[in-house]
């Protein structure tokens, strides 16, 4: 290239050939380096996107296309999976990341494998477990979604798993007790597939998003709802707030209106009530009568999500704080809780605008087993 002379200009040409190296000083190091990269070139919303989509290098490269050892991901919203140990040629144990902020609180759990065959019996133990109980030991079965059967004929979640237990481990926590293992076994239909296994159906924050947005480009269904952001959380996530009534009334009728509050999805891993209350807004922004009296009558307070944080994360029962919002109602902390800070200030000028108290307030909870109760009534 030198011979050349293409490059133009003489300016750098044979500076870093012939020159013997002498010791530069570490702050002049650092200055030229510095001078040499210069400042980052903004990057344009379109790039940053694009770098987010970038994919992943995975954890572990197979060694040839003879390796069939699953690859495990869970670096995606609501994935949670810390470290898997191939423990014999296809069986894995599971540890997964407790909550964030905490030591414990596992029991949600979501990840994807890759690198699947057909037809194997491929064995999964979840060991860190802290439950004494679980709906595995009454029949239910982890969830499977396949890419492939996706993409082939559009399938989506399925309850699968053979050969489930659930029991107790011999590997002791700091408090003196006992790990539980979740263990079950699944068969995949299709080689070299991508599944997803999750503790229940997954509901993200990102669904709860598309769904209010769908409501939202409903042009019926926008008529009867309003959404504004209750409060933003410690994440900077929003934490949306509807509200579903009948607006065209007459402003004295509204006023005097009762308040019904619904909340869901106070305890991240339990993305069964976040299923209950998408279909507690379908029903109540739907067409049917029972749903026009019951937006004549009420005005319903919704807040669909209120650990988004805690749903991102993966987290099963805290928010980023380590701290069970569930236990915080009495004292919420405006900076530390915001989202049930925020709740209960909605709940109070509810109460004070119509004189009268909220008719009652719902948090659909999910369980992990059967002896819990299923939903809790708040004391206001
Ligand atoms: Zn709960």
Not at 185 to 213: G, I, M, S, W
Not at 285 to 305: C, E, Q
Not at 365 to 375: A, P
Request: charged share 25%; with cysteine; hydrophobic share 30%.
């Amino acid at each position: 290239m030198r011979d050349g002379g293409s490059e133009g200009g003489g300016e750098g040409e044979g500076r870093s050939e012939s020159r013997e190296p002498g010791p530069v000083p570490a702050a002049a190091q650092f200055a030229q380096y510095a001078a040499s990269v210069g400042p980052p070139p903004p990057m344009s919303v379109d790039d940053q996107i694009r770098a987010l989509q970038k994919p992943l290098a995975p954890y572990y490269d197979l060694h040839s296309e003879h390796d069939t050892t699953l690859v495990f991901e869970s670096r995606m919203e609501s994935g949670n999976l810390r470290r898997a140990i191939q423990v014999y040629p296809h069986e894995y144990d599971l540890i997964l990341r407790p909550d964030i902020n905490t030591r414990g609180h596992t029991q949600w759990f979501y990840f994807t494998v890759s690198n699947t065959r057909r037809n194997i019996p491929y064995k999964f133990n979840v060991i860190n477990l802290v439950k004494g109980d679980s709906l595995y030991l009454d029949g239910m079965q982890p969830v499977v979604f396949s890419d492939k059967e996706s993409a082939a004929c559009g399938r989506g979640w399925m309850r699968s798993g053979e050969s489930i237990c659930y029991y107790q481990n011999n590997i002791k926590r700091r408090n003196g007790q006992y790990y539980y293992t979740a263990t079950f076994t699944l068969r995949f239909e299709h080689n070299h597939d991508t599944a997803h296994v999750a503790y229940c159906y997954p509901y993200t924050y990102t669904d709860l998003q598309r769904y209010l947005k769908v409501l939202e480009d409903d042009p019926q269904r926008r008529q009867r709802f309003r959404r504004r952001q209750l409060c933003q959380t410690l994440a900077g996530n929003s934490c949306d707030l509807l509200t579903i009534t009948s607006f065209n009334s007459d402003p004295e009728a509204l006023r005097g209106r009762r308040g019904v509050v619904l909340s869901s999805r106070v305890h991240p891993g339990e993305s069964n009530s976040s299923w209950m209350m998408k279909g507690a807004i379908d029903f109540l922004t739907g067409n049917s009568l029972d749903a026009k009296i019951l937006r004549d009558n009420f005005v319903f307070k919704v807040v669909p999500m209120l650990n988004p944080d805690g749903v991102v994360n993966g987290n099963y029962r805290c928010s980023l704080a380590g701290v069970d919002l569930n236990r915080v109602w009495n004292d919420p902390n405006k900076k530390i809780h915001p989202t049930i800070f925020h709740t209960k200030q909605m709940i109070r000028r509810l109460m004070v605008r119509n004189g009268t108290g909220p008719g009652g307030a719902q948090d659909p909870s999910g369980t992990s087993c059967r002896k819990e109760s299923s939903r809790t009534t708040r004391p206001l």
